[in-house]
């Protein structure tokens, strides 16, 4: 039987960021396939060019290296060089029936996470491994969560197909998107999403969330033309002043009447030296709206910015899209079937449909509730509360593990319920 709560503390000392979770994938593969299901992982699992935000070739190589080290898989591996770390479980019920899904993400975040002696993980001795990468988000439990959920289903004492989805790159919405386009939700007829924490105390549960953002991530580059900034700084084209001119104009955007917004030009980079009219600046935006609609209109802003401060400096300009996500829409029933669940748990003392406050984050299984959505199915993304001594995205993040076989519970009663 699966050690959930030992299995969460192996992923949270092997902290990968997106797409570069080879040794997480690998043990997810391994895992699924000792417990009879059939596993779509590698460049079957994905869309390889729907990516966005891939890190570099060399951060792949390293990371792909470093999983071979830490105890990963060669002939599974193999399979996901180059950053293909999705991973799809599929297994058949004794009778036909439904198809439902389960999605958990697995990536990390580029943090160094805290060495304080009041921070439970290294009091216990599972902090990261991996300097300056951390589990600071709780999708090393989302995804010790799927394997216990999957051991809990190897009876297939049930009527349909379960398809477990273990996302890469949920950080900077970046991986959902290439796994719908791939095809992997187009049989799906009902999809359950959820987080631990984001606020919810420990006995608590949601079964629907709401106020997502639609979200666009871009990274933009600037060239100019390096030149002596005394001797001669009329032949440079200076591309961080180009770069700086578009980022004060983005803040200048507009509010809207039609939906709230948000805009942050979050990196600004360029320049060698003080001596030398910088070549090359680079500028990562993002742009959210509670509005589709607005966030696009945002986007195209945003976008027109760029081009005209490039044009005003004579630069040449590029803009990639890293990361993007739209709002989420729960279906009512499911919220309320989930809830319904719940309530038969003795850790959930709270449950409701959806919270107080509404989550003013952005998520990118939005993409795979809409694809279900459009195809007649229904899906919820659920809260799960646990007490955390630090906001997410924190060096000193954390959960309550007892929070983990509650988790399981919920979401095997829940998928025994659909699949019928």
Same mark, same amino acid.
């Given at each position: 039987?699966?050690?959930?709560?030992?299995?969460?503390?192996?992923?949270h000392?092997?902290?990968?960021?997106?797409?570069?979770e080879?040794?997480?994938?690998?043990?997810?593969?391994?895992?699924?396939?000792s417990?009879?299901?059939?596993v779509?992982?590698g460049?079957?699992?994905?869309?390889?060019?729907?990516?966005?935000?891939l890190?570099?070739e060399?951060v792949?190589?390293?990371?792909?290296v470093r999983?071979?080290?830490?105890?990963?898989?060669?002939?599974?591996?193999?399979?996901?060089?180059?950053?293909?770390?999705?991973?799809i479980g599929?297994?058949?019920?004794?009778?036909?029936?439904?198809?439902v899904?389960?999605?958990?993400?697995?990536?990390?975040?580029p943090?160094?996470e805290?060495?304080?002696?009041?921070?439970f993980?290294?009091?216990?001795?599972?902090?990261?491994?991996?300097?300056?990468n951390?589990?600071?988000?709780?999708?090393?439990?989302?995804?010790?969560?799927?394997?216990?959920l999957?051991?809990?289903?190897?009876?297939?004492?049930?009527?349909?197909?379960i398809?477990?989805?273990?996302?890469?790159?949920?950080e900077?919405?970046?991986?959902?998107?290439?796994i719908?386009?791939?095809?992997?939700?187009?049989?799906v007829?009902?999809?359950?999403?959820?987080?631990?924490?984001t606020g919810?105390?420990?006995?608590? $549960? &949601? !079964?629907?969330? @709401?106020?997502f953002? #639609? %979200?666009?991530?871009?990274?933009v580059? $600037? &060239? !100019?033309?390096? @030149?002596h900034?005394? #001797? %001669?700084?009329?032949?440079?084209?200076n591309?961080?002043?180009?770069a700086?001119?578009?980022?004060?104009?983005?803040?200048?955007?507009?509010?809207?009447s039609?939906g709230s917004?948000?805009?942050n030009?979050?990196?600004?980079?360029?320049?060698?030296?003080?001596?030398?009219?910088?070549?090359h600046a680079?500028?990562?935006v993002?742009?959210?709206?509670?509005?589709?609609?607005?966030?696009?209109?945002v986007?195209?802003?945003?976008?027109?910015?760029?081009?005209h401060?490039?044009?005003?400096h004579?630069l040449?300009?590029?803009?990639?899209v890293?990361?993007?996500a739209?709002?989420i829409?729960?279906?009512?029933?499911?919220?309320?079937?989930?809830?319904?669940?719940a309530?038969?748990?003795?850790?959930?003392?709270s449950?409701?449909?959806?919270g107080?406050s509404?989550?003013?984050?952005s998520?990118d299984?939005?993409?795979?509730?809409?694809?279900?959505?459009?195809?007649g199915?229904?899906?919820?993304?659920?809260i799960?509360g646990?007490?955390?001594?630090?906001?997410?995205h924190?060096?000193?993040?954390?959960?309550?593990?007892e929070v983990?076989?509650?988790?399981?519970?919920l979401?095997?009663?829940?998928?025994?319920?659909t699949?019928?």
């Amino acid at each position: 039987m699966l050690d959930i709560i030992a299995l969460r503390r192996d992923f949270h000392q092997y902290p990968e960021v997106g797409f570069t979770e080879f040794r997480t994938a690998s043990k997810v593969v391994e895992i699924l396939t000792s417990l009879g299901y059939d596993v779509i992982y590698g460049k079957d699992a994905l869309d390889g060019d729907s990516r966005r935000g891939l890190p570099a070739e060399e951060v792949l190589d390293e990371a792909f290296v470093r999983a071979l080290r830490d105890g990963a898989n060669v002939d599974i591996l193999e399979k996901m060089k180059g950053g293909y770390t999705a991973v799809i479980g599929i297994l058949k019920g004794k009778e036909q029936g439904p198809t439902v899904a389960f999605r958990f993400d697995m990536d990390a975040l580029p943090i160094h996470e805290s060495i304080d002696s009041d921070h439970f993980p290294q009091a216990k001795g599972f902090r990261s491994k991996y300097e300056g990468n951390m589990h600071a988000c709780a999708h090393d439990g989302h995804t010790a969560i799927g394997l216990g959920l999957a051991e809990k289903l190897s009876d297939r004492n049930f009527s349909g197909t379960i398809k477990l989805i273990f996302q890469p790159a949920e950080e900077g919405v970046r991986g959902a998107y290439s796994i719908v386009q791939k095809g992997m939700l187009d049989d799906v007829d009902y999809l359950f999403c959820h987080h631990l924490g984001t606020g919810v105390p420990l006995g608590e $549960f &949601h !079964g629907g969330a @709401s106020g997502f953002l #639609a %979200s666009t991530k871009l990274a933009v580059h $600037f &060239h !100019g033309i390096s @030149s002596h900034a005394g #001797a %001669s700084p009329e032949k440079g084209r200076n591309a961080l002043l180009g770069a700086a001119t578009a980022l004060l104009n983005i803040h200048a955007i507009s509010r809207f009447s039609s939906g709230s917004t948000r805009v942050n030009v979050g990196v600004l980079e360029g320049g060698t030296a003080t001596n030398i009219i910088p070549q090359h600046a680079k500028m990562l935006v993002e742009t959210r709206s509670v509005s589709e609609e607005v966030n696009e209109e945002v986007e195209r802003r945003v976008k027109k910015i760029i081009a005209h401060s490039a044009e005003m400096h004579e630069l040449q300009h590029e803009i990639q899209v890293i990361g993007s996500a739209i709002p989420i829409d729960c279906d009512l029933d499911l919220v309320t079937l989930a809830v319904e669940e719940a309530r038969n748990i003795e850790g959930f003392s709270s449950c409701k449909n959806f919270g107080d406050s509404n989550s003013t984050g952005s998520e990118d299984a939005s993409f795979m509730i809409r694809r279900v959505q459009e195809n007649g199915g229904k899906g919820t993304y659920m809260i799960i509360g646990t007490g955390i001594p630090a906001p997410h995205h924190h060096p000193k993040f954390d959960i309550q593990e007892e929070v983990l076989p509650w988790s399981v519970e919920l979401l095997e009663r829940i998928a025994r319920r659909t699949l019928t």
